[in-house]
């Protein structure tokens, strides 16, 4: 029901070995079209990831690191000095890599780049080889679903299969990725449950819940406001 990141990431890959040159580097990423790639060691395992930003550090040189931020630049946080002065994919890469495993979930990818602050994620198998690559817009192609089937996933995989509930029951409609779901269950925690994995189904922006429940079943006051399904 949930993609993994094999299901959207692309392949093959554009990747340079540790001991490639700046200009074998700059050739690689015009020839391909992109903007960075990942750099391998001799036996193919990530290690790092050079980008655009990384050449151009070697361009611009030290000289930047003479304003008012200098204490804080010049400290090598980034390793910026070693950069500009860089002649190899090894030298010149962000490393660690930050990578994903191909069976990790898009919303785990999704969460990853948003945490790191990355566009682009290696993926890599249990031994660190490289298998594929995952953007940021691969991430966000699982919305671009159709409403008729995310509203299929809603009844047939979470409602009938999940749940084992009869879909009947419940009054599912989809307008541009905005879930509406009506019905009625047992408990309070099933309610929660339900809601809780129709937000999973890929392509679900929100999930507007009108599931209702036995009164008799609500969680106990506690101080908190409960707001409760109109």
């Known amino acids: ?3 993994a990141v094999s299901d959207v990431m692309s392949t093959p890959v554009v990747a340079v ?3 490639a040159s700046y200009k074998d580097i700059i050739i690689a990423l015009r020839q391909w079209r992109v903007s960075a790639c990942p750099v391998l060691d001799a036996a193919g395992r990530v290690i790092g990831v050079v980008s655009e930003a990384d050449l151009l550090l070697r ?3 030290p000289e930047p690191f003479t304003g008012p931020d200098r204490s804080l630049r010049a400290s090598g946080r980034r390793g910026e000095r070693a950069k500009a002065a860089g002649e190899t994919a090894a030298e010149l890469m962000t490393t660690p890599a930050v990578t994903i495993s191909p069976g ?3 919303a785990d990818a999704a969460r990853l780049m ?3 602050g990355v566009k682009r994620l290696p993926v890599v198998d249990s031994s660190g080889q490289l298998v594929g690559i995952v953007s940021r817009i691969d991430v966000l192609s699982v919305f671009t679903r159709p409403d008729a089937q995310i509203r299929d996933d809603v009844l047939r995989q979470v409602i009938a299969g999940d749940f084992a509930l009869d879909p009947a029951m419940f009054e599912v409609t989809v307008t541009s990725g905005i879930v509406t779901i009506t019905g009625q269950v047992d408990s309070y925690d099933l309610a929660r449950q339900l809601i809780g994995a129709v937000r999973h189904v890929d392509g679900v922006i929100e999930v507007r819940d009108r599931v209702g429940h036995r009164a008799g079943d609500a969680p106990k006051a506690t101080g908190h406001i409960v707001r409760r399904p109109a």
């Open 59 to 61: 361009e611009v040189g």
């Open 17 to 19: 070995l540790d001991k």
């Open 104 to 106: 990790a979930s898009v």
């Open 1 to 3: 029901m949930s993609s």
């Open 114 to 116: 948003y945490e790191r």
